[in-house]
T-cell receptor, first 114, second 113 residues
C-alpha cells in the first residue's frame, strides 16, 4: 500500500530563515506528488505538483520542491520564511490508477517566529 | 469564480439527529470526494464519486452516506451521528485528464455531543 511520511508534525523557523519540510513516499514507481497548504480556518490549497519532467518544481508564494527518485523524497523548501507562511502543510501522492488513489501525509505545522 | 462551496461551515448537533452537509462545485469536475481531518491523522477519504450516480467507499466510510444526482453536487449524509464523527470535513473536486490535483472546499467543523 502506498504511504506518505512527513517528518516532524511541528516545525519552527525564524522569519527570514530557510524553510524545509520533509516528505517521503513509499514506492520506487514514479508517482504524482503534491504539496498543499492549509491556512487557519480554510480548506487546502495546492502549492505545487510534480508530474513528469523537471525534478525541481516551483510553486506559489516562493515555495519549491525537488523530486528525488533515488531517495523517494519530495521535500518542500523556501529560502526565506515570512510570517504569512505560518500554516499546515500536507504532502500527497497519487500513483497511476483512479483519482481516488491519493494518500495524504499527516501534515506539518509551520510556525514562523518573528 | 471557480470554487467548491460547503454548507454549513460550523455545526453542533446531538447524537442520532440526522444531518446533511452540502457540497457544490462550479468547475464541471467529474470526480468529487469527501475527507475528514483529525489531529495527527491527516486527511482520510470517506467516499468518492467518479461521476453522476457513481460513488464508492473510501478508507473510512462507516456511518456516512453520499449521493451524486447532479454533477455539481455531492452531499454527505450522517444518518445517526455519533461523537466519534466530531471532526473537520472537506469536500474536494478533481479535473479528470490531469495528474489529480484537488480543489477543496472551506471545510465544515462538526461537533456531535
Amino acid at each position: 500500500a502506498q504511504s506518505v511520511t512527513q517528518l516532524g508534525s511541528h516545525v519552527s523557523v525564524s522569519e527570514g530563515a530557510l524553510v524545509l519540510l520533509r516528505c517521503n513516499y513509499s514506492s520506487s514507481v514514479p508517482p504524482y506528488l503534491f504539496w498543499y497548504v492549509q491556512y487557519p480556518n480554510q480548506g487546502l490549497q495546492l502549492l505545487l505538483k510534480y508530474t513528469t519532467g523537471a525534478t525541481l518544481v516551483k510553486g506559489i508564494n516562493g515555495f519549491e520542491a525537488e523530486f528525488k527518485k533515488s531517495e523517494t523524497s519530495f521535500h518542500l523548501t523556501k529560502p526565506s520564511a515570512h510570517m504569512s507562511d505560518a500554516a499546515e502543510y500536507f504532502c500527497a501522492v497519487r500513483y497511476s490508477g483512479g483519482y481516488q488513489k491519493v494518500t495524504f501525509g499527516t501534515g506539518t505545522k509551520l510556525q514562523v517566529i518573528p | 469564480e471557480a470554487q467548491v462551496t460547503q454548507n454549513p461551515r460550523y455545526l453542533i448537533t446531538v447524537t442520532g439527529k440526522k444531518l446533511t452537509v452540502t457540497c457544490s462545485q462550479n468547475m464541471n469536475h467529474e470526480y468529487m470526494s469527501w475527507y475528514r481531518q483529525d489531529p495527527g491523522l491527516g486527511l482520510r477519504q470517506i467516499y468518492y464519486s467518479m461521476n453522476v450516480e457513481v460513488t464508492d467507499k473510501g478508507d473510512v466510510p462507516e456511518g456516512y452516506k453520499v449521493s451524486r444526482k447532479e454533477k455539481r453536487n455531492f452531499p454527505l449524509i450522517l444518518e445517526s451521528p455519533s461523537p466519534n464523527q466530531t471532526s473537520l470535513y472537506f469536500c474536494a473536486s478533481t479535473p479528470t485528464g490531469g495528474p489529480g490535483e484537488q480543489y477543496f472546499g472551506p471545510g465544515t467543523r462538526l461537533t456531535v455531543t
